[in-house]
């Protein structure tokens, strides 16, 4: 009897020690599914990077996916719809059926990345989720945080993280031999051009956008353009000082006529950078537009400016603005101001030098506040030029910020960048609806 009394207990226990595994491997993997929930909430915002600064305009918002992350998704059904929120206003809602698989193109041919670079990084979200984009507009320095909302057919709704992303309109124009030594990060510039299609691959450069440059006109042009935008550009600058003989030197019909190599490529276009100014340039810039508002087919999506003089006092403050202004009445267009900068002063006695300083202290808050100037970037001379060194942000051959470059450094810095008392990333305040 006791035997049987003890084979009964070991069958009971048996069975009790199944029940508690099946009951645990349930458990884990159920907890496994929930870690799920946790990484599409810290996650859902695929582009901008949290914490990036990125240069204003035109900004792509790309989020990921929920169903395609959170593994217990379906027990409330299927998403309706995802909204968007910045600065906790709703923007944007995206239908699940405007999702899509982000195809993913090789970029070595104008990133400069190496090979051995490229097979280092990691899995991002959007190599096992599915995104959408959208597109919100800003023109203003700033910060501002962005949530997603993941609302079902039965009622209940997913909130994700609240990411903070910053937005500059500063930005560096330099060449290979202007930036050997510069510690471009310290600039504190969201975007830079090199006058050409490709790419730095100098670490300080590696966090900010880069805008490629077209200066000539040919059959492989459009091709190019679109490589372009599949590569990820969003900007193309269009002809550098085409009214001058030593930069890209073409007439107005010349690229009136290479026009329509830039429509219709999914990328955004300025018009040429003439050396003078559009209010200035009745002989190139004035008839180009002319001859681009005449056809219905041809457009532009910003104007890109060139500004030099040297008159900085309070006067030549205001003159400038009103030059810019003066654009913008012209064509309502946005404005990237390409290269500016104070010229014909050579900075060899202190006055100069803050003569530009205080110049660029009264122009830059002018910039700011006016939304239709996308963009900026004072043309740093060098610091030993005869005619304009005054206006120089550091040392080329050292790479040593003057006292100007420490000002522009020092200006168009979205509040809070950098500062290590701000999450980027954080869990939102917004409770979860859950509802089965």
């Known amino acids: ?50 914490g990036k600064m990125i240069g204003a305009g035109n900004i792509d918002i790309t989020i990921a996916n929920l169903e395609d992350i959170y593994e217990n998704s ?17 923007q944007f809602a995206i239908k699940p059926d405007e999702f899509a698989k982000e195809e993913k193109e090789d970029e070595g041919f104008v990133s400069g990345m190496k090979l051995e670079d490229m097979t280092k990084k990691e899995e991002s979200i959007s190599d096992i989720a599915s995104v959408a984009t959208v597109e919100f507009h800003c023109a203003k320095t700033n910060s501002y945080e962005i949530y997603i909302e993941a609302d079902y057919d039965n009622g209940s709704k997913i909130y994700s ?27 504190n510039a969201s975007w830079y051009y090199n006058w050409d299609i490709t790419p730095f691959n100098y670490y300080s450069f590696e966090n900010m956008e880069y805008i490629p440059m077209m200066w000539t006109y040919s059959s492989t042009e459009s091709k190019m353009i679109e ?28 690229v009136v006529d290479a026009w329509p190599d830039f429509m219709n490529k999914g990328i955004q276009i300025s018009s040429p950078a003439t ?11 004035q008839p180009f537009m002319e001859q681009i508002d ?19 006092s309070d006067e030549g403050v205001q003159a400038f603005l009103d030059l810019i202004d ?31 300083i205080g110049y660029m202290k009264g122009v830059i808050p002018g910039l700011e506040e006016r939304d239709y100037v996308e963009r900026y970037a004072w043309f740093s001379f060098g610091s030993k030029d005869s005619k304009n060194g005054a206006s120089a942000l550091y040392d080329i051959s050292t790479g040593e910020f003057t006292e100007l470059g420490k000002l522009y450094s020092s200006v168009g810095i979205p509040a809070g960048y950098q500062d ?17």
């Open 227 to 254: 490589r372009l935008k599949k590569t990820g550009y969003k900007y193309l600058l269009a002809y550098n000082e085409p009214d001058f003989t030593d930069q890209a030197n073409l007439t107005v019909d010349e």
């Open 74 to 90: 379906e027990k409330y059904g299927k998403v309706n719809e995802y909204n968007i929120y910045i600065d906790g206003e709703k």
């Open 275 to 285: 050396a003078l100014c559009p209010p200035w340039s009745k002989d190139w810039f």
């Open 420 to 436: 290590d008392s701000v999450d980027v990333i954080k869990e939102n305040d917004i409770k979860d609806i859950l509802i089965k």
């Open 294 to 312: 005449a056809d219905d087919n041809l457009s532009i999506d910003f104007i890109a400016l060139h500004h030099y003089w040297n008159w900085y």
């Open 161 to 187: 993280d609240v990411f903070t992303i910053y937005i500059s309109k500063k930005g560096l124009c330099v060449n290979k031999d202007m930036s050997r030594e510069l510690a471009a990060d310290k600039m």
């Open 1 to 50: 009897m006791k035997n049987i009394k003890k084979l009964i207990a070991v069958i009971i226990m048996c069975c009790f020690g199944a029940t508690i595994g099946v009951v645990g491997i349930f458990v884990n993997d159920n907890s496994k599914k929930e870690a799920t929930l946790i990484k599409w909430k810290e996650n859902a915002l695929v582009n901008p990077t949290p």
């Open 326 to 356: 003066q654009t913008y009445e012209m064509y309502h267009k946005p404005i990237w101001i390409t290269e500016f900068a104070i010229s014909g002063d050579p900075g060899k006695n202190q006055e100069q030098l803050d003569a530009v």
